[in-house]
Each structure stands twice: as C-alpha cells, then as structure tokens.
C-alpha cells in the first residue's frame, strides 16, 4: 500500500503549487486551511475530492476552525463527506488489513483549535484512545523531540504524552504529522510531513511511504521524481 502524505497546506493546495504523486491513500495531517473558514475549507475539500486516491484520510490541525466550532462543524463534516473523504478524530479505519488511526490534538500554544493543556490528563485521555493494533497514525502534533523543533519558541514544541505513548504500540509502522513546518523529515518511522516553511512556503515535497499489513512487515520509504 502506497501512502501520499502532506500537512500543512494552509489553503495553499492547488495543483500549480501542490503536486501528488500517484498513491493508493491520502493522507492530510491537519491544517488544510489557513484561518479554517468555511469558504477555504470547502475549496480544500473540493480539491481533495477531485484527486484520484482511493481512500483519503484527514485529520483536523490548529488552524481548522470550521472542524472546532460546534456552529460550522456539522457544515465543515458534510463537505468531507461530499467529496469523499474519511475524517478521523480520535477514530480509525481499516484498510486492506492496515489499521489506521487519526487525532487532531496538540499541546496548546496561545489560542487555537484543538489545544489541550500541555502534559494534562486530558492529553494522556485522549493517546490513552489509540488502539494497541494501530499500523499507521496520524496525528497534527509531532512527539516531544521527533521533528518537533519551533524555532520560532526556540524550544522542542512536541507532545511529551503522545511519545510515551509510541512506546506502547508494537505494529506500529508509519507516523504521519506536521504542525511545527521546521521539523520536515522523518527519523525511522516517524514523519513531518509539513509541505510548508516556517515562513509559509511551499517548499516540501509530499512524503511517500509504502506500508505492508501485518505485525511483522517493515516501513520503506520511496522516492518519487
């Protein structure tokens, strides 16, 4: 199973700017708008519909407001739902045997959507969720010091909780997140796939990862031209 993946695209997600090489699924890992009103997010949700993956999976980030906000998200749902997109907020899907899980929380920095209190009980609640079986995670957040660096806050931003919950889950074979647009790149199985700089340019190419089901299958990272 091929697994395109990208976040942070802050609205900036037009072919002329985002390119997609071919996949089996789609993942966004949060920010797919700038500012999450509803007008950018169903531009968003209209682009990624007119992709041709077979299964796209999103998550929301920080910057989704419209997926928040208990007045607009039965409105922001519906347009996933019309362009055929699978939304996971603390939730997963099966997928040719992969198990997927998707959440969209992150420590909170000033005011935000999806923040909780950093290192709270309501963070660990929350990783607490994620399934033992779990073969592919996706979450907005990167974990404390994995591709998490804010130069901006000049400090490693990453959920301290979420990494302690990695180490409890056995088949896990890809991460995918963003948030922190510095930290691009990945180390093992673990990937930011933010699209976007610390300045909000579109300077990352999307990440491409082939996943095998099963407990005992490895991760293998593949170029693409």
Known sequence: MK????????SQYKESLLFL???????????LTARGRLADFNAGTKWLGRTKFEHK????????????????????????????ITYLKDSGVTIDGV?????????????????KVR?????KD???????????????????????????HNEHAGCEVLAKKLTTLPRLK????GH???????????????IMDRHYKVVNPPTVVDVESGANKLVKELGYE
């Open 3 to 10: 697994i395109v993946a990208v976040s942070d695209t802050h």
């Open 21 to 31: 090489p071919e996949g089996d699924v789609l993942v966004v890992a949060g920010d």
């Open 57 to 84: 999976l999103l998550v929301a980030g920080n910057h989704d407001w419209c997926l928040f906000r208990e007045e607009e998200k039965g409105i922001a749902l519906q347009m996933l739902k019309d362009n055929n």
């Open 99 to 115: 198990v997927f899980y998707g959440s969209p929380w992150s420590p909170k920095y000033q005011e935000w959507a999806f923040y």
């Open 119 to 123: 290192q709270s009980q309501e963070l």
């Open 126 to 152: 929350i990783w607490d969720k994620i399934p033992y079986n779990t073969d592919v995670l996706i979450t907005h957040t990167p974990p404390y010091m994995i591709h998490d660096y804010s130069e901006i």
């Open 174 to 177: 890809a991460h995918f997140f």
């Open 180 to 194: 922190m647009h510095e930290g691009y790149g990945n180390t093992g199985i673990h990937y930011n796939v933010s």
